[in-house]
Nanobody, 123 residues
Framework: QVRLVESGGDSVQAGGSQRLSCAGS????????MAWFRQAPGKEREGVAA???????TVSDSVKGRFTICTDSAKRTLYLQMNSLKPADTDMYYC?????????????????WGQGTQVPVSS
C-alpha cells in the first residue's frame, strides 16, 4: 500500500524560504513518478513540480526559478525547496505519486496522495 506523508509547512514571511518533505512508504520515492501540487479553497489543484524515478524534473511557470523538486532515496523522501516565497504561494501543498513513468503536472495523472500540509505566506 502506498502511503505519503507531508511535513514542513509553517508560517513564513514573503521573501523567505521553506522546504517541504514527503515521506513515502516502501520504495515509492525511488520507483514512482512523484509531484507536488497545491490548492486553495474553491480552486482546482495546481501542479507545482514533478520528478521521475530517473531524476527528470519539471516545474510550473508560476514557480520557475523559485521552487526545486528533488528526492533522497536513502531517506525515502521527496522534497520541495521553496525560495522567494510570495503571499500568492499560500496554499495547501500535497505530494502525489504514480506508478506510471511520466513527467506531468495534472492531478488526474496521479493515483496516490498525501494528506497535505499548509503553507501560509504573510506579506
Amino acid at each position: 500500500q502506498v502511503r505519503l506523508v507531508e511535513s514542513g509547512g509553517d508560517s513564513v514571511q514573503a521573501g523567505g524560504s521553506q522546504r517541504l518533505s514527503c515521506a513515502g512508504s516502501g520504495n515509492v520515492v525511488s520507483t514512482y513518478s512523484m509531484a507536488w501540487f497545491r490548492q486553495a479553497p474553491g480552486k482546482e489543484r495546481e501542479g507545482v513540480a514533478a520528478i521521475t524515478r530517473y531524476g527528470l524534473t519539471t516545474v510550473s511557470d508560476s514557480v520557475k526559478g523559485r521552487f526545486t523538486i528533488c528526492t533522497d532515496s536513502a531517506k525515502r523522501t521527496l522534497y520541495l525547496q521553496m525560495n522567494s516565497l510570495k503571499p500568492a504561494d499560500t496554499d495547501m501543498y500535497y505530494c502525489a505519486a504514480t506508478s506510471l513513468d511520466w513527467l506531468r503536472l495534472l492531478a488526474q495523472d496521479y493515483e496516490y496522495w498525501g494528506q497535505g500540509t499548509q503553507v501560509p505566506v504573510s506579506s
